[in-house]
């Protein structure tokens, strides 16, 4: 039988409605970083993210992942990058001026400060003798820890989970996060993410809504694995 074009144009009950965007652009507020990143290098790579709202920066590909990895951390509430710099005294006698690649702020009210390094550098850098010093002369004022980061730090996994997280939460839509928590809520052992997709019906937007839940910690990963669609995942302690 021949469709009528009112058929045709009909809505397919099976398909989500869209959902809306904001339509304005809103613009990161300035860079918080006591030191200006240079965005030109042939050594290394830039990139530039937002973190609550603020233009946030970073000077390698093992920054721009410890950044993202710091944010998964739910005990985080911001990170402030180029931040903070301090003042010491080498063992040279003279004044020193130290950048960390970043500042963490947790829930406690504590702050880690944070130096990003590829392993192979470490020595050569003097990172971890510039850290003894520090940990020595630095005021807890200005952060209560100090921290190192290599790669070793950040598994595959951490580096990936991380992006995908970062940029699911980008453009959060409550209404789908209510329809996957709605699952959850029911859910007894294991599945997997693509169970939980089909089961929600709303297409390709359910990955993102349920990779927020693993971020709020109302879902978590089964094994240690990337946050694809096979992935396991199981009720989290908020679920």
């Given at each position: 039988m021949?469709m009528?074009?009112?058929?045709?144009?009909?809505?397919?009950?099976?398909?989500?409605?869209?959902?809306?965007?904001p339509?304005?652009?809103?613009?990161?507020?300035?860079?918080?970083?006591?030191?200006?990143?240079?965005?030109?290098?042939?050594?290394s790579?830039?990139?530039?993210l937002?973190?609550?709202?603020?233009?946030?920066?970073?000077?390698?590909?093992?920054?721009l992942?410890?950044?993202?990895?710091m944010?998964?951390?739910?005990e985080?509430?911001?990170?402030?990058?180029?931040?903070?710099?301090?003042?010491?005294?080498?063992?040279?006698?003279?004044?020193?001026?130290?950048?960390?690649?970043?500042?963490s702020?947790?829930?406690?009210?504590?702050?880690?400060?944070?130096s990003?390094?590829?392993?192979?550098?470490?020595?050569?850098?003097?990172?971890?003798?510039i850290?003894?010093l520090?940990?020595?002369?630095?005021?807890?004022?200005?952060?209560?820890?100090?921290?190192l980061?290599t790669?070793?730090?950040?598994?595959?996994?951490?580096?990936f989970?991380?992006?995908?997280?970062?940029?699911?939460?980008?453009?959060?839509v409550?209404?789908h996060?209510?329809?996957?928590?709605?699952l959850?809520?029911?859910?007894?052992?294991?599945t997997t993410?693509?169970?939980?997709?089909?089961a929600?019906?709303?297409?390709?937007?359910?990955?993102?809504?349920?990779v927020?839940?693993?971020?709020?910690?109302?879902?978590?990963?089964?094994?240690?694995?990337?946050?694809?669609?096979?992935?396991?995942?199981?009720?989290?302690?908020?679920g």
């Amino acid at each position: 039988m021949m469709m009528t074009r009112e058929q045709y144009l009909m809505r397919d009950p099976n398909v989500p409605l869209p959902w809306v965007t904001p339509r304005l652009w809103t613009p990161p507020r300035p860079f918080r970083g006591a030191r200006a990143i240079g965005f030109r290098s042939k050594g290394s790579a830039r990139a530039a993210l937002q973190i609550n709202g603020y233009a946030e920066g970073a000077e390698s590909e093992l920054e721009l992942a410890s950044g993202l990895w710091m944010l998964t951390h739910t005990e985080i509430l911001d990170v402030v990058s180029q931040r903070p710099q301090v003042r010491y005294r080498g063992l040279d006698g003279k004044q020193h001026v130290f950048t960390f690649d970043f500042t963490s702020l947790h829930a406690d009210g504590t702050r880690t400060a944070h130096s990003v390094k590829p392993k192979e550098l470490v020595e050569k850098s003097r990172i971890e003798q510039i850290h003894l010093l520090l940990q020595r002369q630095m005021s807890p004022t200005i952060a209560n820890r100090i921290n190192l980061i290599t790669e070793e730090k950040l598994a595959p996994e951490d580096r990936f989970n991380a992006a995908v997280i970062y940029a699911a939460r980008r453009f959060p839509v409550p209404a789908h996060d209510a329809v996957i928590a709605n699952l959850v809520a029911d859910l007894h052992g294991t599945t997997t993410i693509r169970a939980l997709c089909r089961a929600s019906r709303l297409r390709g937007a359910a990955f993102r809504a349920v990779v927020r839940l693993i971020a709020a910690r109302k879902l978590r990963l089964a094994n240690r694995a990337r946050i694809t669609a096979d992935a396991v995942v199981r009720r989290g302690e908020e679920g």
